[in-house]
């Protein structure tokens, strides 16, 4: 049973950065496509990032390309979302989540992830 536990949230003022992690447990890290996601209060949830089993894929939503980066390390069984010049709409609770299907390329689509976890609150100052 893959269990997902995000930390690394708070507060912090508009420009900037906060460091994302995602820790694992369950099985091997390797075997499963990683994404983050978020929803902000009153909003329906979004895709941030995701990055494929392999570590070699990423895609990103729009709104955070060159601003957000997502990374994997397989020696710690945790996936990172480095996030840069945060504004204050990326205010949300942030959520990692785990896609089993392994699929060459990560998936953007919530629906396609099967684990997720509990999530962590990012809030942005202006």
């Known amino acids: 049973q893959v269990q997902l536990i995000e930390s690394g949230g708070g507060l912090v003022q508009a420009g900037g950065s906060l460091r994302l992690s995602c820790t694992t447990s369950?099985?091997?890290?390797?075997?499963?496509?990683t994404g983050w996601f978020r929803q902000a209060l009153g909003k329906e949830r979004e895709f941030v990032a995701s990055?494929?089993?392999?570590?070699?894929?990423?895609d990103y939503a729009d709104s955070v390309k060159g601003r957000f980066t997502i990374s994997k390390d397989k020696s710690d069984r945790k996936v990172y979302l480095q996030m840069d010049s945060l504004k204050p709409e990326d205010t949300a609770v942030y959520y990692c989540?785990?896609?089993?299907?392994?699929?060459?390329?990560?998936?953007?689509?919530?629906?396609?992830?099967?684990?997720w976890g509990r999530g962590t609150q990012v809030t942005v100052s202006s």
């Open positions: 989540a785990a896609d089993l299907a392994t699929p060459l390329y990560p998936e953007t689509q919530d629906s396609k992830y099967d684990i």
């Open positions: 369950g099985s091997p890290f390797t075997t499963y496509a």
């Open positions: 990055i494929s089993w392999s570590g070699y894929y990423t």
